[in-house]
C-alpha cells in the first residue's frame, strides 16, 4: 500500500524539477536597448579560441568583450528591476484585492484565436476593393467591428485566462464568433440605397452581425461571472468584476435591440442601427477600462497585452506583405518589370520593414502607470487603421503606376495627329495617312493587351475593338463629329481595358442621364481616375498619422525621456505632419487650376518613395539620439565608477 503513494511523490518531485528548469531557462522576450551595427558570430565567452593570432583575436575583439558584459550587466539589472517592480506591484495590492496568477506569454490558443482575425481580415480585404469613399467607410466599418470584438475578448485573456475545459469551451465559441463574421464579411455594406436588392442583402447581413455581436458579448458575459465566483470571497474584486460582466451583458442587450433597427421593412432606422453599434463600442471599451482602472489586480501590469498587441501589429503587417504580393503578381502579368515599378516593390518592401521597425524598437514592458498604460492600449486601434489603409494604398498605387505605363502610349497613338494638334485641319485623315494612323494605332493597342494573353484570359483585348478599328481604317463614318466620337470611344475602351487587366473597374452607377455612350464611356474612366485619387488621399493621410501615432505611443510607453529622444519626437511629428499635407495635392481647386506639378507628381513613381525617404529620415534620427543617450549613460558611468574608486 506503501509503494504506490511513494511513487507518486517520486514522479510529482521529478515534474517539479522539470517545471523549475523550464521556468528559469524561459526566454524572456525583451528587445535589447542597443542594436549593435554588426555582431561577431563567435559564441560569447567560448572556451575553445583558436592557438594562433591569440593577441589580435584579443585585441580586435577586446570592445566587443566589453560590450558583450555591458550588454549582460543591462540586461541583468533590467531582470532585477522588472522583479522589483512585480513585488511593488504585489504590494500595491490593497486589502481585500486579490493576487492573480500572470501569465508572462502568450499561449497557444490565444495565437490560435488571432489566426481568426487574420483569416478574417485578409477574405474581407481580398472581396472589398476600396473604389471610392463608400467602400472606404464599409471597410473600415467592418474592421472596426472586428478590431473591437478582437480587444474585449483579449482583455480577458491576457488577465484571466487560464486552460481548463470551461475556457476551451468558451474559446470555442468565440472561433464561431469569428467564423461568423466571415460568413458575414461579403455582404457587409454600410452605403447602399434604399428599395433596392442590395439594400436587403446588406440589411439581412446586419441582422445576422448583430446577433453574432450579442453571442460574443453574452460568452465574455459569462467568463465574467466565473471569475467574479471564484474571487467573490474578496471584497474589492466584487464591484469590479460586476461591472466587467454588466457591461458586458449590457452590450449584448444593445446589440439584440439593433436587430430591429435592421429590418428590411424599416429600412430609415439603418442609419441609427450602424451608429449604435459603435457607440456601444466606445462605451464598452471605456467603461472596462475604468473599472481595471481603479483597482491593482485588474491592470494591464505584468500581462502578455504588450505582446498580444505587438502580434496584432505584425498581423496587420502582414496583410500589407500580403497585398503587396498580389500586386507585384497582378503588375508582373506581362512579364514586364520597368525601373519605376521595381522602384516601387522596393518602396513598398522598405515602408513595411520601416514601420516594423518604429513600432518595435520602442516598444517597452517597463511599467508606466496605469493610465498611461491604458491609453497606450487604446491608441493602437487608430494606430493599426493606419496601418492598414497604408498597406492597401500603397499596393493599389503600385497598380496605378503600371497602368500609366501601359496607358501612356496609347494616347499619342490616338491623337497626336495633324488633325488633333492643328485647329486649321478640320478634314479627318483620308487614304494613306489613315490607313497608317489606324495601323500605328493597332499596333500600339495590340502590344499593351497581348503580353496579357494567358489560359485565364485567352483574349484580353477589349471587346469590339478589332470591328470599330476596321471600321475606320475602311472610312466608315460620316461626318468629322463621328471621326472624333469614334477615336474618343477607342481610347476609352482601351483605357477601361487596361484597368480591366487588374481587375479594376469603375464603381456601378446609373448613367442613364447620359447623352451617349462617349459620354458614358468617358464618365467611366473619370470615375476609375478618381479611384486611384481617393487612394492617392488616404494613403498619405494614413503615412503620417502612422508616424504621429507610433510617436504618441513612444511618448506613452517609455518612462524615461530625455531632451534628445524629445527632440526625435518633435521631428517625428514635423515629418508626419508634412506627410498627411500632401493630400492636400488632391484638393477639388488645385484639379481646376490644372496644376501641372501636382498632376507630374501624382503620376509619377515618387508617391510610395516619398514615404520611404521620410520614414528613414526617422530611422535616423532616432539612432542617432540613442547613440547620443548611450554616450552619456556611458561617460556617467565611467565618472560614477571612478569616484567610487
Same mark, same amino acid.
Not at 556611458?634 to 571612478?642: D, E, P, R
Given at each position: ?32 536597448k ?44 533590467e =531582470? ?24 508572462? =506569454? ?22 472589398h ?57 461579403p ?12 439594400a ?75 451608429i ?13 477600462l ?70 518595435y ?34 499596393a493599389t498605387?503600385?497598380?496605378w503606376?503600371?497602368?500609366q ?126 479611384i ?14 502612422t ?81 547620443h ?16 574608486v
Amino acid at each position: 500500500m506503501g509503494i504506490l503513494p511513494d511513487a507518486l511523490k517520486r514522479v510529482t518531485a521529478v515534474q517539479q524539477v522539470f517545471i523549475t528548469e523550464k521556468d528559469e531557462t524561459s526566454f524572456p522576450h525583451k528587445k535589447p536597448k542597443y542594436t549593435p551595427l554588426i555582431k561577431s558570430p563567435l559564441k560569447q565567452n567560448s572556451r575553445h579560441q583558436p592557438d594562433h593570432g591569440h593577441r589580435k583575436i584579443r585585441s580586435a575583439s577586446v570592445d566587443a568583450v566589453h560590450e558583450s558584459e555591458e550588454t549582460q550587466q543591462e540586461e541583468q539589472e533590467e =531582470e532585477e528591476e522588472e522583479e522589483e517592480e512585480e513585488e511593488r506591484e504585489i504590494e500595491l495590492l490593497e486589502e481585500g484585492e486579490p493576487e492573480l496568477h500572470r501569465a508572462r =506569454e502568450t499561449s497557444v490558443v490565444q495565437l490560435f484565436y488571432d489566426l481568426f482575425f487574420v483569416a478574417n481580415l485578409t477574405t474581407f480585404t481580398s472581396v472589398h476593393e476600396i473604389n471610392d469613399t463608400d467602400s472606404l467607410r464599409s471597410y473600415l466599418g467592418f474592421f472596426v467591428i472586428l478590431w473591437a470584438t478582437w480587444f474585449q475578448v483579449a482583455k480577458y485573456d491576457v488577465r484571466f485566462g487560464n486552460d481548463s475545459a470551461f475556457e476551451r469551451l468558451c474559446k470555442a465559441l468565440q472561433f464561431g464568433v469569428m467564423v461568423g463574421f466571415a460568413v458575414t464579411g461579403p455582404n457587409f455594406n454600410v452605403t447602399y440605397e434604399i428599395n433596392t436588392s442590395d439594400a436587403v442583402r446588406a440589411l439581412q447581413t446586419d441582422q445576422t452581425l448583430t446577433l453574432i455581436l450579442m453571442a460574443s458579448r453574452l460568452i465574455l458575459a459569462v467568463q465574467y461571472l466565473s471569475v467574479y465566483w471564484w474571487l467573490k470571497e474578496f471584497p474589492r474584486a466584487r464591484t469590479p468584476l460586476i461591472v466587467h460582466a454588466a457591461t458586458s451583458l449590457g452590450a449584448a442587450l444593445i446589440f439584440l435591440g439593433m436587430y430591429f433597427s435592421f429590418s428590411p421593412s424599416s429600412p430609415g432606422n439603418t442609419g441609427l442601427g450602424i451608429i449604435g453599434w459603435y457607440v456601444a463600442f466606445v462605451f464598452e471599451a471605456a467603461i472596462i477600462l475604468f473599472a481595471s482602472g481603479q483597482v491593482s489586480f485588474l491592470s494591464f501590469i505584468h500581462t502578455p497585452m504588450v505582446e498580444r498587441l505587438g502580434l496584432l501589429t505584425l498581423i496587420i503587417l502582414g496583410e500589407g506583405v500580403i497585398g503587396l504580393c498580389q500586386s507585384i503578381q497582378k503588375v508582373g502579368a506581362n512579364l514586364s518589370f520597368g525601373a519605376d515599378i521595381i522602384g516601387q516593390i522596393i518602396s513598398g518592401v522598405g515602408i513595411i520593414y520601416f514601420v516594423w521597425m518604429l513600432y518595435y524598437d520602442q516598444t517597452e514592458r517597463k511599467r508606466v502607470g496605469r493610465l498611461r498604460q491604458e491609453l497606450w492600449t487604446i491608441l493602437h486601434f487608430p494606430f493599426h487603421i493606419c496601418i492598414l489603409l497604408l498597406v492597401e494604398g500603397q499596393a493599389t498605387l503600385t497598380v496605378w503606376l503600371k497602368i500609366q505605363d501601359l496607358a501612356t502610349p496609347v494616347y499619342p497613338a490616338a491623337f497626336n495627329i495633324p488633325f488633333f494638334l492643328n485647329s486649321n485641319i478640320t478634314v479627318p485623315p483620308t487614304g494613306t495617312a489613315l490607313t497608317s494612323y489606324v495601323r500605328n494605332l493597332n499596333s500600339t493597342l495590340q502590344g499593351v493587351f497581348q503580353n496579357f494573353q494567358s489560359s485565364q484570359n485567352p483574349d484580353p483585348f477589349p471587346e469590339g475593338l478589332n470591328d470599330v478599328l476596321t471600321d475606320v481604317a475602311a472610312g466608315n463614318y460620316n461626318a468629322t463629329d463621328d471621326f472624333v466620337y469614334i477615336i474618343n470611344y477607342i481610347y476609352y475602351q482601351s483605357y477601361s481595358g487596361i484597368c480591366g487587366l487588374f481587375n479594376i473597374e469603375a464603381p456601378e452607377k446609373d448613367r442613364a442621364g447620359e447623352e451617349s455612350s462617349d459620354d458614358a464611356g468617358a464618365q467611366a474612366v473619370n470615375d476609375i481616375v478618381n479611384i486611384f485619387f481617393t487612394v492617392y488621399t488616404y494613403f498619405f493621410v494614413a503615412a503620417g498619422l502612422t508616424l504621429i501615432a507610433l510617436t504618441l505611443l513612444l511618448r506613452l510607453g517609455k518612462r524615461e525621456k530625455y531632451r534628445t529622444e524629445m527632440l526625435g519626437m518633435a521631428v517625428r511629428y514635423l515629418i508626419g505632419i508634412g506627410l498627411a499635407l500632401l493630400a492636400l495635392m488632391n484638393l477639388p481647386s488645385l484639379e481646376d487650376n490644372d496644376n501641372a506639378v501636382i498632376y507630374t507628381y501624382i503620376n509619377s513613381p515618387w508617391m510610395l518613395p516619398t514615404v520611404l525617404l521620410s520614414y528613414l529620415s526617422v530611422i535616423i534620427v532616432d539612432n542617432l539620439v540613442r547613440n547620443h543617450i548611450r554616450k552619456k549613460y556611458q561617460n556617467w558611468k565611467s565618472n560614477a565608477l571612478g569616484m567610487a574608486v
